[in-house]
């Protein structure tokens, strides 16, 4: 095989308590990356486009280049890789789309190696990519984007993945308004100490959402997914966001919050409250004057995956 393109679908990190460990992906958005053998060893982006094409082209500074490198070289791989990104995620948008270029990167190519590596060393080598733009090694969006639906991963250097299992009947709101958040920049402003009360609290709701989970026990999903570190720091990023999320809450969700650093806000509904809460939460968004574009997804899905090969 010559070529081969994988999709990696965008994510939401965080899932308001699991800050850095917990997200799902997003199957209806991604990116597309095309890799292709070439006889010189060594990485190139030789394309990119969609969404964005003024992407750096030097590997080392680009996320998906960065983590293809990673690859080419624990593969000691004879031959090189040129490499075409097509961005379907926004930039900054809080949907982890520098995750999904860095998967989407490892994933394609991987399929051109003879001896192709498991989904946790894809995992390391997304991560490195992860690094570049965010400036620190975090997880919570590149193992869904790999792994697909709502997963968990534990440890950095030895990462420990979990497929969580999702209640039936329950959809994904994503609401992303047209404004852009750096996430270096969302990271930076997070004070270094939580309150003893508050990690007591953030412990618990973490723990009984899980639970919650495993259990289709949606009282404990509904009290879990209450942020009470993260998101009172971030919220005065999104213009209307508390506004917003009362009124998600309102139309019936079972909670709202925001994606990975933001500004995109998601909620969990049951499904036959999805088109309420996706109304309401668009156009609290506009009576701050704040365009959206939104979606309702399920929450399970496949992940990244080869979807053309020559
Ligand atoms: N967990 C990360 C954060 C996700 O919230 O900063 C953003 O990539």
Same mark, same amino acid.
């Given at each position: 095989?010559?070529? #081969?393109?994988?999709? $990696?679908? /965008?994510?939401?990190?965080?899932?308001?308590?699991?800050? !850095?460990? @917990?997200? =799902? &992906?997003?199957?209806?958005?991604?990116?597309?990356?095309?890799?292709?053998?070439?006889?010189?060893?060594?990485?190139?982006?030789?394309?990119?486009?969609?969404?964005?094409?003024?992407?750096?082209?030097?590997?080392?500074?680009?996320?998906?280049?960065?983590?293809?490198?990673?690859?080419?070289?624990?593969?000691?791989?004879?031959?090189?890789?040129?490499?075409?990104?097509?961005?379907?995620?926004?930039?900054?948008?809080?949907?982890?789309?520098?995750?999904?270029?860095?998967?989407? #990167?490892?994933?394609? $190519?991987? /399929?051109?190696?003879?001896?192709?590596?498991?989904?946790? !060393?894809? @995992?390391? =080598? &997304?991560?490195?990519?992860?690094?570049?733009?965010?400036?620190?090694?975090?997880?919570?969006?590149?193992?869904?984007?790999?792994?697909?639906?709502?997963?968990?991963?534990?440890?950095?250097?030895?990462?420990?993945?979990?497929?969580?299992?999702?209640?039936?009947?329950?959809?994904?709101?994503?609401?992303?308004?047209?404004?852009?958040?750096?996430?270096?920049?969302?990271?930076?402003?997070?004070?270094?100490?939580?309150?003893?009360?508050?990690?007591?609290?953030?412990?618990?709701?973490?723990?009984?959402?899980?639970?919650?989970?495993?259990?289709?026990?949606?009282?404990?999903?509904?009290?879990?997914?209450?942020?009470?570190?993260?998101?009172?720091?971030?919220?005065?990023?999104?213009?209307?966001?508390?506004?917003?999320?009362?009124?998600?809450?309102?139309?019936?969700?079972?909670?709202?919050?925001?994606?990975?650093?933001?500004?995109?806000?998601?909620?969990?509904?049951?499904?036959?409250?999805?088109?309420?809460?996706?109304?309401?939460?668009?156009?609290?968004?506009?009576?701050?004057?704040?365009?959206?574009?939104?979606?309702?997804?399920?929450?399970?899905?496949?992940?990244?995956?080869?979807?053309?090969?020559?």
């Amino acid at each position: 095989m010559n070529q #081969a393109t994988a999709f $990696a679908p /965008a994510s939401v990190g965080n899932v308001a308590i699991g800050f !850095d460990i @917990l997200g =799902f &992906a997003i199957d209806a958005i991604g990116d597309r990356i095309t890799v292709t053998r070439a006889a010189e060893p060594g990485v190139r982006i030789t394309g990119c486009g969609g969404l964005i094409d003024d992407l750096p082209r030097e590997p080392e500074k680009n996320t998906a280049g960065r983590a293809l490198q990673a690859l080419a070289v624990a593969a000691r791989a004879d031959f090189g890789f040129e490499m075409v990104i097509e961005k379907g995620i926004p930039l900054a948008s809080g949907l982890g789309g520098s995750a999904a270029s860095a998967v989407g #990167a490892v994933v394609a $190519a991987n /399929a051109l190696l003879e001896q192709p590596f498991e989904k946790l !060393d894809l @995992l390391k =080598f &997304a991560m490195q990519g992860e690094a570049v733009a965010s400036g620190s090694l975090h997880v919570d969006n590149i193992a869904p984007s790999l792994f697909g639906g709502l997963v968990l991963t534990v440890g950095i250097d030895n990462p420990r993945v979990k497929k969580l299992p999702v209640p039936v009947g329950i959809s994904a709101v994503i609401i992303h308004p047209h404004m852009f958040v750096s996430t270096r920049a969302a990271r930076a402003i997070l004070k270094h100490e939580v309150a003893m009360a508050d990690f007591v609290w953030q412990t618990a709701n973490l723990a009984g959402f899980i639970s919650g989970c495993y259990t289709n026990d949606l009282d404990l999903i509904r009290e879990g997914l209450n942020d009470v570190v993260i998101e009172p720091q971030r919220r005065q990023l999104i213009p209307g966001f508390s506004g917003v999320r009362a009124a998600a809450l309102e139309a019936g969700a079972l909670g709202c919050s925001i994606s990975g650093a933001g500004p995109t806000l998601f909620a969990w509904t049951l499904a036959e409250h999805a088109e309420a809460v996706r109304s309401i939460m668009v156009e609290e968004f506009a009576r701050n004057g704040v365009e959206t574009d939104h979606w309702v997804v399920p929450v399970e899905s496949e992940g990244a995956r080869v979807v053309e090969t020559r």
